[in-house]
């Protein structure tokens, strides 16, 4: 899962723990993330990315294990002493603070000269677009411009490392597209080592240089948005990344095919007999002709066209499985459908869940 | 038909909150013209013949107006003091730091609050404070109404500092604010309208607080002005209505200003919550 040495990682987490009671937030974590990379925590609300975040920052004491920042053993630092800068889910924009006094806060607990802490907050400013609003109080900016004033806050005393914690689930769609990619222009161009934690798929594989799965305070998988979407290693990733996300159709393997509720797919290599599971993206799957040979007969439960794509969901025998169709035009379907699977793209899961394939 | 029944309701509202009013507008209403009645009986009446005089009589009376302009607001302002800053650090103490059985220590505080006060505790109160030489001393007075305050008033403010997003001191530590710039840079002015609230009440009730001063402060030039009043009796004990009245008017002043002042400048609420942080 993650065979690099302490050595080439820049923020180093080695078996992190944190206990809240009886819960288990964050379970022997090991990761190394290396210097410059914008990495993403993903993962379901729970599963422990935000705890991390946390104890990177230092908000959290770990139960057991070490955090290595640069080299430097900071498993037993306060904040400050850490160097960081973090922008949090609700902006934490101090209300009774203009944004010149918001953005300025870090330098001035750190003792720089007025003088030279309103220059360096105006060159922040003019950078993100936000210098016309420093004389106004947080609640006199939009959440887009608010976002900014964070960001920029964060990124006033040039930390050695970001710390985001679901920054833009607070802007509506349109903005968050806009503020993604202004994010990740930004940490491109200061380069500084990026943690990211998010819920939303889309976003970490969209931002990130890699990704780490977690689920129930573990990691499920680390590697690049690529490599995790297209070779997930278990079922619970698999059905995580994508939107629609990958379908699974509970069935058997037997003398080397899978055999599924209605159906048969011959695979390429051989594997061992026994319950399992068959992944295959929407994108994968096209329609076929009534009978084809390898094709999944299924119920059609809903076409619905998207624009460039039309998704089609059909019941195939417990489970929905999504059909993406790169086509404009509205198919005509009949009650029945039959899907055929592109067999160089299947991912098959043994009943516990780890990928056979 | 239903328009008889509307006027009728209406008219009998009406009649209700008429008459409620009433029962509380006619004291003030005396307050307001009794003063300024050479002739003030306990009937809310215009003033006449109208004059100034009674106040002239009440600013000879030195032991009086002493009472009011200095140990009153000796007394009130120090409990005021201590109860918003205690409070304040109480508050914010039992709202962030991890203690087994919080809730239930604030709950019982409140609980005795009353008794620590209150009539019953007189005893035990004059007996700690004689041992402590705090007898005849404004600060013995200030700690005993402190000490009765302080538990509503640690409730009252630890609902403003509930409602400050942790984030806002997170964010402050990260950014690299050591706890204690934290606290002053951060939550003290988001705290600022909570303190004020708090502030006020603790003054008001150490103002109009008669049975601690009067049982503590032996000596005539450390009396504040509930006891002061006293001394607009006649020596049969019939209250000189005239100086009285006039005396009242110059003793609520202060608050009515407190609260005006407060207002203007803060916006009062007994609930936390953060609107743009105040102006």
């Known amino acids: ?235 619970e990733v698999a059905a995580f990344l994508g939107n629609p996300p990958m379908n699974l159709i509970p069935g058997r393997l037997e003398g080397g095919e899978f055999v599924g509720p209605g159906f048969r797919i011959p695979l390429s290599s051989t594997s061992p007999s026994g319950e399992a599971f068959l992944g295959i993206r929407p994108e994968h799957l096209r329609l076929a002709e009534r009978g084809e040979t390898g094709a999944i007969p299924g119920r059609l439960y809903a076409v619905q066209p998207l624009g460039p794509e039309v998704l089609v969901t059909a019941q195939v025998g417990e489970v929905t499985v999504s059909v993406r169709l790169f086509t404009e035009e509205l198919p005509h379907l009949g009650d029945e459908v039959w899907l055929l699977v592109d067999p160089s793209r299947v991912h098959l899961f043994d009943s516990g869940g780890k990928r056979i394939r | 038909m239903n328009l008889v029944r509307f006027v009728i309701l209406r008219l009998g509202f009406v009649l209700v909150t008429v008459l409620i009013g009433t029962f509380f507008v006619l004291p003030l209403l005396w307050l307001l013209t009794a003063p300024f009645n050479a002739q003030a009986t306990l009937r809310v009446e215009w003033p006449s013949p109208f004059t100034l005089r009674n106040f002239g009589d009440v600013f000879r009376n030195t032991f009086a107006i002493r009472a009011l302009f200095l ?68 600060l013995g007075v200030i700690l005993v109404l402190t000490g009765g305050l302080l538990p509503t008033g640690i409730f009252l403010m630890r609902d403003f500092v509930e409602s400050i997003p942790r984030s806002y001191e997170e964010s402050a530590l990260v950014s690299g604010a050591t706890p204690w710039q934290t606290f002053r840079d951060v939550v003290l002015p988001v705290l600022r309208p909570g303190m004020m609230v708090v502030a006020v009440w603790a003054f008001v009730n150490a103002w109009g607080n008669f049975l601690i001063p009067a049982i503590l402060i032996r000596s005539p030039e450390k009396m504040p002005a509930p006891v002061a009043i006293y001394s607009f009796y006649t020596e049969g004990g019939t209250p000189v209505l005239t100086l009285i009245s006039a005396y009242s008017l110059l003793y609520a002043i202060p608050v009515v200003v407190l609260y005006l002042f407060v207002n203007w400048r803060y916006g009062f609420r007994f609930f936390g919550g953060i609107k743009g942080g105040g102006k």
């Open chain 1, 1 to 235: 899962m993650n065979s690099e040495s302490r050595e080439n990682g820049y923020i180093v987490l080695q078996g992190l723990t944190k206990h809240f009671g009886l819960v288990v937030a964050v379970d022997r974590v090991d990761l190394n993330i290396a210097q410059g990379e914008f990495f993403a925590l993903l993962g379901p609300s729970g599963c422990g990315k935000t705890t991390t975040l946390r104890l990177i920052a230092g908000l959290e004491r770990p139960t057991a294990g070490r955090i290595f920042i640069g080299g430097r053993d900071v498993t037993d630092l306060v904040p400050r002493e850490r160097d960081v800068a973090m922008v949090f889910q609700d902006y934490a924009l101090y209300p009774h603070m203009t944004l010149l006094e918001n953005i300025g806060y870090p330098l001035k607990v750190r003792g720089v000269p007025r003088k030279k802490l309103v220059a360096r907050v105006r060159e922040v400013a003019e950078h993100l677009k936000i210098a016309d609003l420093l004389d106004r109080r947080p609640s006199q900016v939009s959440g887009g411009q608010q976002q900014r004033a964070a960001v920029a806050r964060a990124l006033v005393h040039e930390p050695k490392v970001f710390l985001f914690d679901e920054p833009l689930s607070n802007l509506d769609a349109k903005l968050r597209l806009e503020a993604r990619a202004f994010l990740k222009h930004l940490q491109r161009e200061v380069g500084v080592t990026t943690v990211y934690v998010t819920h939303d798929q889309a976003e970490a594989m969209a931002m990130a240089d890699r990704i780490a799965v977690m689920f129930a305070g573990r990691i499920a998988q680390v590697g690049s948005p690529l490599d995790v979407y297209r070779e997930p290693m278990t079922v």
């Open chain 2, 71 to 138: 140990n009153s607001i000796i007394q009130a302002g120090g409990t005021m003091l201590g109860t918003a800053v205690i409070a304040t650090l109480a508050a914010y103490a039992l709202s962030r730091l991890e203690i087994r059985g919080r809730n239930v220590l604030v709950y019982l505080l409140v609980l005795f609050s009353s008794v620590v006060t209150g009539t019953a505790a007189m005893v035990p109160i004059f007996l700690l404070l004689y041992y402590l030489r705090l007898i005849d001393t404004h």
